[in-house]
């Protein structure tokens, strides 16, 4: 089991580090996260999210895509998803 002190040290070191526009390492400490507990929804939204803020549209589809899949029914992965379609398209 994965201690969830670790966990939520790379969920906060991200939602820092984008905040701050540190985009790869939000992206680092996102898929650290993301190793610790794969099937999370929302580690994969945030995942995502520092994606698109990197120019990764296809790589934050995908996490959109699986958070979507992973979460009990709710609209946020499919915001997410939409907003990452729609800047792919222009």
Known sequence: ?????EYKNYLDAGQEALKN???EKAVAAFEKAKDLKPGYGQTLIMLGDALTEKGDVDGAIRYFQQASRRTRPTWRPYTFLGAALIRKKD
């Open 1 to 5: 089991m994965v201690p969830a002190v």
């Open 21 to 23: 526009k540190e985009i």
